[in-house]
């Protein structure tokens, strides 16, 4: 068995506790489910094109940063112009929680992604109930038609969709419903980071999609190689998150970017 696997059978006890506690109904009368989603296809261009990532831990490189706070995290990702933020919330694996989104919430005005491992259509009120403006789809734990039904009930919510793959099988997951496609560096089986396969899978996609290179950017020249490969966008995380002061480093970042 995996880590994926042994994530995606957690995170189904997970739902099926949180179904018994709350009701999709009960999410619905929350504060922030009827407001106005913000669009990362406006932020993109815009900005520096950043989703700037806040997290906790992983599976695979264990505590990467749990002193700082995500409210002052992501709204200096916002001042030094990311374009959206990531914010983990799996608890069990990455040491993310629903709060982390909802104590940020009103602090920026900026999209938020909920990069979690979305399998039920539960998770998906879950994120609008909590402010989330876009939702992340693995294709390495959804079947093709999961990720039609998946778009679709994102976009009654008003909420985005990202879709992440890393294998030739996977573009088969694309529907062109999607936002956007998000290319995996790193495979999440085996953790190796391969740039010019993301860069040959961008290559097999429609020519209008807007291609979001995920993980394993580790320094301006990688991230000026995707830059000319045109990828629209970059989630990073890991690389500013492992500094004492995460904010401090994405204004480095984008300080370099030409």
Do not use: W
Not at 198 to 206: C, E, F, G, I
Not at 250 to 258: D, L, Y
């Amino acid at each position: 068995m995996t880590i994926l696997d042994t994530i995606i059978e957690r995170k189904k006890q997970e739902i099926k506790e949180s179904k018994s506690k709350i009701s999709v109904q009960q999410l619905t009368d929350s504060e922030f489910f009827n407001r106005k989603t913000l669009s990362l296809k406006e932020t993109l261009k815009s900005k520096s094109g950043i989703i700037a990532e806040f997290k906790r831990q992983s599976p695979s490189k264990g505590i990467i940063n749990d002193i700082v706070s995500p409210i002052e995290v992501v709204s200096e990702y916002e001042r030094f112009g990311a374009s959206a933020v990531s914010i983990l919330t799996d608890k069990d694996f990455f040491g993310g929680s629903f709060d982390d989104i909802l104590k940020t919430r009103r602090e920026i005005n900026i999209p938020i992604l909920r990069k979690d491992f979305m399998i039920d259509e539960y998770q998906f009120y879950e994120a609008k109930n909590i402010g989330a403006d876009l939702i992340l789809l693995i294709a390495a734990c959804l079947s093709p038609s999961q990720v039609l039904e998946f778009t679709e009930l994102s976009h009654q919510l008003g909420l985005e969709v990202l879709l992440e793959i890393h294998t030739e099988e996977e573009l088969k997951h694309y529907h062109k419903t999607v936002d956007f496609v998000g290319i995996n560096n790193r495979n999440l089986k085996d953790f190796k980071v391969d740039l010019k396969h993301s860069v040959n899978l961008k290559n097999q996609l429609p020519k209008n999609v807007l291609s979001i290179a995920e993980s394993g950017i580790y320094n301006i020249e990688d991230f000026n190689y995707l830059k000319e490969k045109d990828f629209d966008g970059f989630l990073m995380g890991e690389y500013f998150m492992k500094n004492e002061n995460p904010a401090k480093a994405f204004e480095e970042f984008t300080n370099k970017i030409s």
